[in-house]
């Protein structure tokens, strides 16, 4: 326990011998002991990433999708065709005018009647007397029958003719002209115009960098002191020497781009460019029309059917006779010398004849004499002819090809920058002699204290040598990789290291 309160007596004394005498703890507490102690640098480990491939973006290659579609090919267009549709005839029975009505007059003779009158013989004259009148005889012509007329018939005259009776009437009929095809050839699509992507690898250099990994600093390092040391452990007269650490430095190689060809584009691990790639042509055969259906009229002859029959040639008429009036021969006087003197009535005389005259005057009716007919059978149209269009209905045929479903297409993929991580330690703080730390004091020291710190370096991987209640040198030097391991102060039985140890003080 002596040895442990000189060597930290003596430790005490070399720290105090590189200060100044003038240099003591603030605010110390009476009671308590302190020491100016080595403060190891204070170091942290950082962990860091080192770049060693830049981030960078590549072009992937979308490939085309097809899909396979059966077209229908027109392989014969649709087209009309006009078919004859036939006349419907049917049998009617009916009367054709054999001899047409014509009229007659038929003479109808006059009436007679006898009529008694007084037919003036001698007119009313007058004479004077006393000269008579000188008469003389005379012969004349007296009419005893009025002239008259009367209608003569004329028959008509009739002759024989021949006609043709239409028996059929002209009609016409539409004859189809079938379409004419040709065959010809033409080419299609098998497979759309694409692109695709070439790509020629990226070229690289590889460049050679050195890191830092840990910063140059500076350390206590214990050497050998003087030979006059008063200790019989050569431990005990160590000196402690500041010495400059240089800094660790770390060799990494990486590659860098060089960059592309021309008319090539950086995509990442590789460089890509866009080839366009042609269409894919196939011939097929079909056919077509070259001249379309027709129809084309045809004029059907009229049928007739030869007739004989009488007509009128001069159709009947009368003829007016003069009847010639009829005379008889009278003798009569008549005045020769008419009377004078004196005039006196004589008064007239007058014969009873008897005479035919004309009751009801000859006249002709109008006889009608009716047409002759005479049936006969002939066909007429009951249905006209005519046409119907049918529709030919297109040909097709199934042909099978593949189609552009969605074209081809890249995408860019980024690529991450390739990142080494290094683990460094880095100088937080710098040690020294520079900070007052309070320590146990001499007399707290117990075998139970340096046996709780052999047992706390023991559990905690230290070799502190055997549990003897000692502070020996294998219990030292495991005290003090401790302190170095853990950044605490060096040399001394500080509190800052009894609590890391979770010892009770």
Known sequence: MKRLNLVLAIACLLVASLVSAQDVPPNADPGKCYAKCLIPDEYETVTEQVLVRPASSRVEVVPAVYETVSDQVLSKAESSRL????????????????????????AVPAEYETVTEQVMVKPETKRLIPVPATYETVTEQVMAKAESKRLIAVPAEYETVTEQVLVKPESKRLITVPAEYETMSEQYVVKEASTRIERVPAKYTTETET???KPASTKWVKRPGDRNCLSDDPNDCLVWCLVEVPAEFKTVTKQVRMGCDSGYTDNGDDCIKTVDVPAQYGTRTKRVVKTPATTREEVIPAEYSTVTRRVVKTPATSREEVIPAEYTTITKQVIKTPATTREEVIPAEYKTVTRRVV????????????????????RIVKTPASTRQEAIPAEYSTETRQVLKSPASTRTIDIPAEYSTITKRRLVKPGGFTEWREVLCGNKVTSYTVRQIQAALTQRGYDAGPSDNIMGTRTKAALTKFQKDNGLPVGQLDYETLKALGIQY
């Open 83 to 106: 078919i004859a549709v036939p006349a419907e005839y049917e049998t009617v029975t009916e009367q054709v005018m054999a001899k047409a009505e014509s009229k007659r007059l038929i």
């Open 359 to 378: 009751k009801t005057p000859a006249s002709t009716r109008e006889e009608v004499i009716p047409a002759e007919y005479k049936t006969i059978t002939k």
């Open 211 to 213: 890191i830092e990994v």
